[in-house]
């Protein structure tokens, strides 16, 4: 099984920012990558996902400030999170898998995941 590992997690203050990373050895160019997260008491929620073609789909409640990319050169996949707010604590996940298309909800099919990293926003 492929491990996917996340990092750069960690608390900030409403309006802050954070990069978050995953290591994505293994995990070629036609694999889709994205995030999900998920809050205590709460289920899993995508967040972005980029395909192969690089296409990239948003949650409306982290479009325009949140940015997903991926180099793969690197094997590396990253999330800029911008103007946080404490709605978006939560643990965040990197996933990947095939996919025909760049899409934040069927994304929370895919097979591979981490083991998260906590992010945490407080006022």
């Known amino acids: 099984q492929r491990k996917l590992v996340e990092s750069g997690g960690g608390s900030v203050q409403v309006g802050g920012s954070l990069r978050l990373s995953c290591s994505t050895p293994?995990?070629?160019?036609?694999?889709?990558m994205g995030w999900f997260r998920q809050a205590p008491g709460k289920g899993r929620e995508g967040v972005a996902v980029?395909?192969?073609?690089?296409?990239?789909d948003y949650a409306l409640t982290v479009k325009d400030r949140f940015t997903i990319t991926r180099d793969n050169a690197k094997n590396t996949l990253y999330l800029q999170m911008n103007y946080l707010r404490p709605e978006d604590t939560a643990m965040y996940y990197c996933?990947?898998?095939?996919?025909?298309?760049?899409?934040?909800?069927?994304?929370?099919?895919?097979?591979?995941w981490g083991q998260g990293t906590q992010v945490t926003v407080s006022s």
């Open positions: 293994g995990y070629t160019e036609k694999y889709c």
């Open positions: 980029i395909a192969d073609d690089g296409s990239i």
């Open positions: 996933t990947a898998d095939y996919c025909l298309a760049a899409n934040y909800v069927t994304m929370l099919s895919f097979d591979y």
